[in-house]
């Protein structure tokens, strides 16, 4: 059985309704984790029935107010415990000023102003950054020694004190939980199920839990947006929580994809610092990351570019592409709607900055016009994966020229029918690209075509001229070979 057969066995056998049942029931923590992860490896392959099965159970059953709330439950101490930490080290820092400004009143004038012209390069920031993570962790390990009852104050899931119970960097167990909480939201909504994207935003009930908006508010707390700084990014993500960060821009971005228009405006018009934190994401600098783990900075920086054309996806306004623009310059955004912008981005520009990056996304990028069901078309732009390099020229204009187009609609049908054969030459010449002398072969099979063809020819013309026929009674030379030419070589030999 394939892995889609056995989760809809199991989905028949009533594995959907018994995780229902137990994420709203229970009151262990561990039994809800292991519950959520099992959800996140049961479904490895995102199918429409488990879904489906899902959603009816929710809205059928009028379980889906109870069902949502543990989740907003979750969220919001995850969001709580998030800001206690964060309001632990302000205060750190605000207590350590508050010292060093009444030393400083015992120390001469002259030197207080020689003092103040020091400038603090990298490198000074970055050992007193060590030295306090250094003083934090003694001072932590004081307090767990004087107090150890109170280091296990969070066990339940009750949002801690500050760090008492957290080494640098480390998340507790409220806020460990959300990375699988928000896995399984976005595979709720993968393949794009306008249902159960709309359920998350609201479940038409009593008490509707919005966990759109949650799940962006918990990206502003995360990202530290909450202190009032976001250039300060780097000082809140680092190696232990930007796998979190990272599952949070996806699931935001599945909330959206399709288009969902109603999620759209719900990230895009909420009054937490979504769209900035997401604008923040892309263009500052995360250090100190960067520099030890620029890999991870990487990948952070994608998932929050997608999910900000996913708030723009298919939109024939440009409310939210203008909002956006807003908070940009306006270099820095790729913009359908604005026809400055379109100019900036065409390689050869007036400036010539930045033409090796458009000519790479030129290059990496294509086009496609849709029609949508409303009867407007759309243009679509998609990233063209590595493997459509190895596909020939030939096998272009084959498809090109040969793809059925007598009915409307026809054409989409035949090309999908070839995409398999396709592929399978890409994944062929991929591996003739290993052997130069066969790929230079493959490479010119359209010029060896060509020989063969000319040869052919010049063995029929030989065979028309100077076949010998006097053997042949009542048949005229000429006539006999025309004759023999027509045939072809191999029945002239026969």
């Not at 990375?179 to 998350?200: A, K, T």
């Not at 065409?346 to 790479?360: K, M």
């Not at 989409?412 to 994944?427: G, P, W, Y």
Request: hydrophobic share 35%.
């Amino acid at each position: 059985m394939s892995l889609a057969e056995v989760q809809c066995h199991l989905d028949k056998e009533g594995a959907s309704d018994l995780v229902i049942d137990l994420i709203m029931n229970t009151t262990s923590d561990r039994v809800f984790q292991e519950s959520i992860c099992w959800l996140s490896h049961y479904w490895k392959v995102e199918t429409p029935t488990i879904q489906r099965s899902f959603f009816c159970r929710l809205t059928e059953d009028k379980k889906s107010e109870k069902f949502f709330r543990v989740f907003y439950d979750r969220m919001k101490v995850a969001q709580l415990e998030i800001k206690a930490t964060v309001t632990v080290n302000t205060s750190d820092l605000g207590n350590r000023k508050r010292d060093d400004d009444s030393q400083d009143k015992d120390v001469p004038v002259r030197k207080k102003a020689r003092d103040s012209a020091v400038v603090m390069t990298e490198d000074v920031r970055e050992q007193l950054l060590e030295a306090s993570s250094a003083t934090k962790k003694a001072f932590n390990s004081y307090r767990r020694e004087a107090d150890p009852e109170e280091h296990f104050n969070s066990a339940d899931g009750q949002p801690s004190s500050g760090d008492k119970n957290q080494d640098e960097g480390e998340m507790s167990f409220v806020i460990i939980i959300m990375q699988p909480i928000l896995r399984f939201l976005q595979l709720l909504c993968e393949n794009h199920n306008r249902d159960l994207q709309n359920f998350l935003r609201c479940q038409n009930n009593k008490n509707n839990y919005n966990l759109v908006c949650e799940t962006l508010q918990f990206l502003d707390c995360i990202c530290g947006s909450t202190t009032g700084g976001l250039g300060l990014l780097g000082l809140y993500i680092n190696e232990k929580n930007v796998a979190l960060i990272n599952q949070t821009l996806e699931s935001l971005t599945e909330y959206c994809q399709g288009p969902c228009h109603e999620n759209q405006n719900c990230i895009a018009t909420h009054e937490s610092n979504g769209i900035d934190i997401i604008i923040a994401l892309i263009l500052n600098d995360i250090n100190p990351l960067g520099k030890k783990r620029m890999d991870l900075v990487l990948e952070l920086k994608n998932n929050a570019s997608k999910l900000l054309l996913a708030i723009m996806e298919s939109r024939h306004d440009s409310e939210n592409a203008e909002r956006i623009l807003y908070n940009m310059r306006p270099k820095e955004l790729l913009a359908r709607h604005n026809k400055e912008l379109s100019i900036m981005l065409r390689p050869g520009g007036a400036s010539g900055e930045g033409d090796e990056a458009l000519e790479f996304y030129a290059k990496h990028t294509a086009q496609i016009e849709i029609v949508r069901q409303d009867r407007t078309m759309e243009e679509i732009v998609f990233p063209v994966p590595n493997i459509c390099e190895f596909l020939t020229s030939e096998s272009k204009l084959r498809v090109y020229y040969t793809t059925e187009r007598d009915e409307q609609g026809s054409k989409i049908n035949d090309f999908f029918l070839r995409a398999e054969d396709l592929f399978n030459e890409m994944n062929w010449q991929k591996k003739l690209r290993a052997q130069p002398v066969l790929y230079w072969c493959s490479r010119n099979i359209s010029v060896w075509s060509n020989v063969s063809f000319n040869l052919a020819v010049l063995m029929n013309l030989l065979v028309c001229f100077f076949y010998p026929l006097e053997g042949v009674h009542g048949v005229c030379h000429i006539t006999g070979a025309v004759c023999c030419s027509l045939l072809g070589p191999h029945e002239s030999f026969s």
